[in-house]
């Protein structure tokens, strides 16, 4: 995935375990997509050092996922919702077209994906 | 809730950010039912000991939940997927009683949250 949306996901679930000063740099940097140097010139240190709280920052927030694996339990949900969504629409079609043979199979397809989501949640 | 299932669930959730004891702690008394007497024999420290370690831990995995609230978003999700299911097994119901007309306005109750879903993550 692209690092900015990556890391937007990230700060997003686990920036409030930053400290205040990584907090503030990931939010300017990532959100309000400040450079470095504007940075710098906003919490008063040096470019270098906002790159360097920058990349701790990062690692902190990396490190969270490696251990918590929260972002990808809620993808992994996200995706199967996704799945939910279209055999909706394919139903409402067929609704349509009055081919009702053809529904049932789907609505059994989206009460596993429902209950798989309720058991590991 | 009950605060065994609850600490069970934070346990789940925030457990790798523990300390090495403080997991195995947690651990040995939420998941394997342990004593503290028993705890502390296991670990080699008093009772008292594991008192302390153990609901220090406690406190560090709620103020994990209140900071980050991902078990929260989580039992969210989970909320409106049972209303998926709810829906979904009406929707069988309906087809088995030939009442078509009742239908489609429960598939777009199943697309609305879905949508909700997949925006919120």
Chains 1, 2 share one sequence.
Do not use: H, P, W
Request: glycine share 4%; net charge neutral; charged share 30%.
């Amino acid at each position: 995935m692209e690092k900015l949306v990556e890391m937007g996901i990230l700060f997003d679930f686990y920036g409030k375990l930053l400290s205040e000063k990584q907090y503030r740099v990931i939010d300017l940097y990532y959100i309000n997509n400040f450079s470095l140097a504007e940075i710098g010139e906003e919490i008063n240190i040096s470019r270098q050092g906002v790159y360097d709280i920058l990349k701790r920052a990062e690692n902190r927030l990396v490190q969270y996922e490696d251990k918590l694996g929260l972002v990808k339990k809620f993808k992994d949900t996200n995706e199967k919702v996704k799945i939910i969504l279209n055999l909706t629409n394919d139903i409402m079609m067929l609704m349509e077209k009055k081919k009702l043979s053809e529904i049932n199979s789907k609505l059994q397809y989206i009460q596993k994906i429902s209950q798989e989501i309720i058991e590991e949640g």
